[in-house]
């Protein structure tokens, strides 16, 4: 079975980047088919994508967020990660990994648990 | 950039009830699109994939349907277990955003 962990600091200064790790057990990542993402939610609000990896690489970022996100993978560690960077208290939120099934047309149908991300000094 | 509408915001319905959720995308995705059921303090669970295949495991008294800019999710009879917030989600164009969720509460 497909597990996702989220893993990074829970507390980051604004102006600073906020990092973090998503490690997939149970499969992996080195596949053509899968898609991982990153996806977040503020306190009482909604869920809001944050942006995705796919296959050697390839990302796709919330346009909102575009200028200051940044995916990447390390096939070596089953690993993908997050940096945000020039965070301010608005970043604060818990921060979700996922991944789909075999294609994107799945959906995301395996999600870490969540990391709380605070943004303050 | 494309934008997804769910309505109602909230929802108030009793046990048994029938009750249908509404996610509309500002241009058209095929059928592209997914739903979630969130309860608090938990990660979301895909219910729906491709607007209308239901996962393993998710009751058949959930479904979904539509196409191209008007989708919904149903849910044929409400149990105790599905008061919680629902999410559509689009996978179209490499821009898999969220519509804002649609609460939906014990009457």
């Known amino acids: 079975q497909l597990q996702l962990q989220e893993s990074g600091p829970g507390l980051v200064k604004p102006s600073e980047t906020l990092s973090l790790t998503c490690t997939v057990s149970g499969g992996s990542i080195s596949s053509s088919s899968w898609y991982g993402g990153w996806i977040r939610q503020p306190p009482g609000k909604g869920l809001e994508w944050v942006g995705t990896?796919?296959?050697?690489?390839?990302?796709y970022y919330n346009p909102s967020l575009k200028s200051r996100v940044t995916i990447s993978e390390d096939t070596s560690k089953n690993q993908f990660s997050l940096r945000l960077s020039s965070v301010t208290a608005a970043d604060t939120a818990v921060y979700y990994c996922?991944?789909?099934?075999?294609?994107?047309?799945?959906?995301?149908?395996?999600w870490g648990q969540g990391s709380l991300v605070t943004v303050s000094s | 950039d494309i934008q997804l509408t769910q309505s109602p915001s909230f929802l108030s319905a009793s046990v048994g009830d029938r009750v249908t959720i509404t996610c509309r995308a500002s241009?058209?995705?095929?059928?592209?699109l997914a739903w979630y059921q969130q309860k608090p303090g938990k990660a979301p669970k895909l219910l729906i994939s491709?607007?209308?295949t239901l996962q393993s495991g998710v009751p058949s008294r959930f479904s979904g349907s539509g196409s191209g800019t008007e989708f919904s999710l149903t849910i044929s009879s409400l149990q105790p277990e599905d008061f919680a917030t629902y999410y559509c989600?689009?996978?179209?164009?490499?821009?898999?955003?969220f519509g804002q969720g649609t609460k939906l509460e014990i009457k």
């Open positions: 241009q058209g995705i095929n059928y592209y």
């Open positions: 996922a991944r789909t099934g075999p294609g994107i047309l799945t959906g995301f149908g395996y």
């Open positions: 491709a607007a209308s």
């Open positions: 989600q689009q996978l179209n164009s490499y821009s898999y955003i």
């Open positions: 990896i796919y296959y050697i690489g390839n990302t």
